[in-house]
C-alpha cells in the first residue's frame, strides 16, 4: 500500500461515518415502532403526510449543505420514511389482530392470492385459502382444494376471488349461489363478462363489489397501492365497506362508474401492453442480436426496453385475456393505427409544425397538472 495514497483513508472514514448512519438508523426505527405502538393503540392512521411533508422540506433545505441535489436528498428520506412506515407498521399487527376479521381467498395458491394473503395479515386479518393446488398437499386447518370443501360461507367477514380472468366469473356464481353473509369482492382486470354475475349478486343480496389492483404480485406492501373500485351502485358506500378490508398505509381507493372501468382500463393497460408488445416483436424483425442492441444503447431505449421485458415475462395468457375480454379494445387498437399512420406522414412530409403540434398534444394529454 503506498503510504502516500489518500484513498484507503478516506474509505476507512467513510466507512466510520456509516458505520455511525446505520446506529442512527437503528435508533430512528426504535423510535417509529413505538409509534407504531402508539397509533395502534389508538387505531391512528401510520401514515400521516402533513408530517411526511416536513420532513421531506427539511431534507430539501439541507441539499445544498451537503453538496447533493434536492432530488436526491428527497428520494433518500422517502427511502427513510418508507422504512419507517413499515416499521411502524408491522409492530401494530397483533393489536391489529384484535379487530381484524376472517378472510377467505379463492385462489389463494396464485401470485395474485399469496400477494393479497400478505397484505391482508398484515392488516390483522386472518386467511385461509382455496385452490386446486392445495389438493395435493396434507389438509390443514383453513386450506381448502375447492369451495365445496367451505362448510360454513358464513364464517367470513369477506370472500376475495383471485382466479384467472377466464375462471373469474364461474368461481364468482359458485360464491354467490351460496349467499354469504360477508363481503364478496373480485379483483378481475375486465369487469363486462362478470356483469351478469354481479347482478344477480344484486339480487339475491350478496354485497358483492368489482375491485381492481392496479398493480402485479410482486409489488411492495411499503409502497402507494392503488385500487381501483369499479363501483355498482353509491361510490361513497361502497368505499366505506371495503375501508376495513383494505385498510393499510398506502391505499389508495378509487372509484369509478362500472360502465367506465373497462374503457378506462382499455387505455390504461391495454394500450400500454400493446405498446410494450409491439415495441418487442417490432425488434424481433430488426435482425440485430440482443447483445449490440444493449451494448449500444440510449437511455430512452434502455427504459423501454426494461418496460417492455416486464411485460413480456408475464403470463401471456393473462395479456392475451386483457386484450380479448376488453369491449373496448377496437377504440385503441383503431387511435394506435391512426396516430402511427399519422407520424408516418409527418416524418414522410417533414411536416415540423404538425410534428409539434401531435408531441405537443401528446405531452398535455400525459402531465399530470394542466
Known amino acids: 500500500m503506498d503510504p502516500s495514497d489518500p484513498l484507503p483513508r478516506l474509505r476507512d472514514s467513510i466507512a466510520e461515518v456509516d458505520r455511525a448512519l446505520l446506529e442512527l438508523l437503528r435508533r430512528r426505527m426504535d423510535l417509529a415502532a413505538e409509534v407504531g ?4 393503540s389508538a387505531d391512528a392512521p401510520v401514515v400521516v403526510r402533513d408530517v411526511e411533508d416536513r420532513v421531506l422540506g427539511r431534507a430539501r433545505q439541507h441539499a445544498e449543505a451537503c453538496g447533493v441535489s434536492e432530488e436526491v436528498m428527497e428520494a433518500m428520506f422517502q427511502a427513510i420514511i418508507r422504512g419507517s412506515v413499515e416499521r411502524q407498521y408491522r409492530v401494530g399487527i397483533s393489536l391489529r389482530e384484535r379487530r381484524g ?3 377467505l381467498i379463492a385462489g389463494g395458491a396464485g401470485g395474485m392470492g399469496r400477494w393479497f394473503r400478505g397484505f391482508l395479515e398484515l392488516a390483522g386479518h386472518s386467511v ?3 385452490d386446486p393446488a392445495l389438493g395435493n398437499l396434507p389438509r390443514s386447518a383453513g386450506r381448502f382444494a375447492n369451495l365445496g370443501e367451505v362448510e360454513d360461507l358464513d364464517a367470513y367477514t369477506a370472500v376475495l376471488v383471485s382466479v384467472p380472468l377466464a375462471r373469474t366469473a364461474a368461481i364468482l356464481e359458485e360464491v354467490v349461489e351460496r349467499g354469504p353473509r360477508g363481503l364478496v369482492v373480485e379483483i378481475a382486470s375486465i369487469k363486462a363478462p362478470l356483469e351478469p354475475v354481479l347482478a344477480r349478486a344484486r339480487e339475491r343480496g350478496v354485497r358483492a363489489f368489482a375491485l381492481h389492483p392496479m398493480f402485479g404480485p410482486s409489488k411492495s406492501f411499503y409502497e402507494p397501492l392503488t385500487f381501483v373500485l369499479a363501483a355498482q351502485g353509491d361510490p361513497a358506500a361502497e368505499k366505506r365497506e ?15 362508474p362500472f360502465p367506465h372501468h373497462d374503457r378506462l382500463m382499455a387505455w390504461l393497460l391495454g394500450l400500454s401492453h400493446l405498446t410494450n408488445i409491439l ?4 425488434i424481433t424483425q430488426s435482425g440485430i442480436e440482443p447483445a449490440e442492441l444493449h451494448a449500444c444503447a440510449s437511455t430512452t431505449f434502455t427504459r423501454q426496453a426494461t418496460t417492455a421485458l416486464y411485460v413480456l415475462s408475464e403470463n401471456p395468457d393473462l395479456y392475451l385475456d386483457i386484450q380479448r375480454l376488453n369491449p373496448n379494445r377496437h377504440e385503441v387498437y383503431t387511435a394506435a393505427r391512426e396516430a402511427l399512420a399519422q407520424i408516418e406522414r409527418l416524418v414522410e412530409e417533414r411536416d415540423r409544425e404538425e410534428f409539434d403540434e401531435v408531441m405537443t398534444a401528446a405531452r398535455r394529454a400525459l402531465t399530470r397538472e394542466p
Not at 37 to 40: E, I, L, N, T
Not at 242 to 255: C, E, F, G, Q
Open 37 to 40: 405502538r402508539v397509533k395502534a
Open 128 to 130: 385461509d385459502l382455496v
Open 242 to 256: 371495503l375501508a376495513r378490508l383494505l385498510s393499510h398505509p398506502y391505499t389508495k381507493l378509487v372509484a369509478v
Open 279 to 282: 415495441f418487442g416483436a417490432a
Open 101 to 103: 376479521g376472517r378472510v
